[in-house]
């Protein structure tokens, strides 16, 4: 079984910065890819950051410049460092890996953190 969890989020005025941590712990496996999603009010979840087990990453138009993607591979961790907040980027952020485990690959979502932007 794998688990994913993020931490990080929180209240922080326009301008201001977040860093936001996801960890993938369990059984054996190897990382195909880890992405940020996010979801505001009233609006649907979209693809935020994601980066390849290669270091390959993409970045959404709405935050590149402004937020990066990172990993430390020893801790399994992938980060989303966030600067120059807008209050459009509140949202609920979810980690989703997609990982191999012996030779099938399987999707795991963590339960999202919130994320609020002041004006």
């Known amino acids: 079984q794998v688990q994913v969890v993020e931490s990080g989020g929180g209240l922080v005025q326009a301008g201001g910065s977040l860093r936001l941590s996801c960890a993938a712990s369990?059984?054996?496996?190897?990382?195909?890819?880890i992405a940020w999603y996010r979801q505001g009010p009233g609006k649907e979840r979209a693809l935020v950051a994601l980066?390849?087990?290669?270091?390959?990453?993409n970045y959404a138009d709405s935050v590149k410049g402004r937020f990066t993607i990172s990993r430390d591979n020893a801790k399994n961790t992938v980060y989303l460092q966030m600067n120059s907040l807008k209050p459009e980027d509140t949202a609920v952020y979810y980690c989703?890996?997609?990982?191999?485990?012996?030779?099938?690959?399987?999707?795991?979502w963590g339960q999202g953190t919130q994320v609020t932007v002041s004006s």
């Open positions: 369990g059984s054996t496996f190897s990382i195909n890819y």
């Open positions: 989703n890996a997609n990982i191999r485990l012996g030779s099938v690959n399987y999707s795991y």
């Open positions: 980066r390849y087990s290669d270091d390959i990453v």
